[in-house]
């Protein structure tokens, strides 16, 4: 089991720049596959990006394309999200996922067994 915790959301202007993080309990962190979803008020939770255990392969919404990088420093058991050129439309709670499955689909929120708590991010027009 693992415990996910979600830092760095806050208010920024477009165009600014955020760094997430989500520090992972135990020692097992190279064996979970990890995602970030995020959910606008009214919406559904939606996948923003993942990456293997390894960290060799990451995945995107096509939305975040060039402006996101997700990664990941299995020695500090955290990933992180560099969120650049941010828009109003970034703007939802983001949450960091883990999946200990194989084969998954990574888009696929049901796919994921652990979830934090979120972290909010606002930006401005």
């Known amino acids: 089991q693992v415990q996910l915790v979600e830092s760095g959301g806050g208010l920024v202007q477009a165009g600014g720049s955020l760094r997430l993080s989500c520090a992972a309990s135990g020692r097992t962190f190279s064996t979970y596959l990890m995602g970030w979803f995020r959910q606008a008020p009214g919406k559904e939770r939606e996948f923003v990006a993942a990456?293997?255990?390894?960290?060799?392969?990451?995945y995107y919404v096509n939305s975040v394309k060039g402006r996101f990088t997700i990664s990941r420093d299995n020695a500090k058991n955290t990933v992180f999200l560099q969120m650049n050129s941010l828009k109003p439309e970034d703007t939802a709670l983001y949450y960091c996922?883990?999946?200990?499955?194989?084969?998954?689909?990574?888009?696929?929120?049901?796919?994921?067994?652990?979830w934090g708590q979120g972290t909010q991010v606002t930006v401005s027009s």
């Open positions: 990456i293997t255990r390894s960290g060799g392969t990451t």
């Open positions: 996922a883990a999946s200990d499955r194989l084969g998954i689909n990574v888009e696929l929120k049901g796919d994921y067994n652990y």
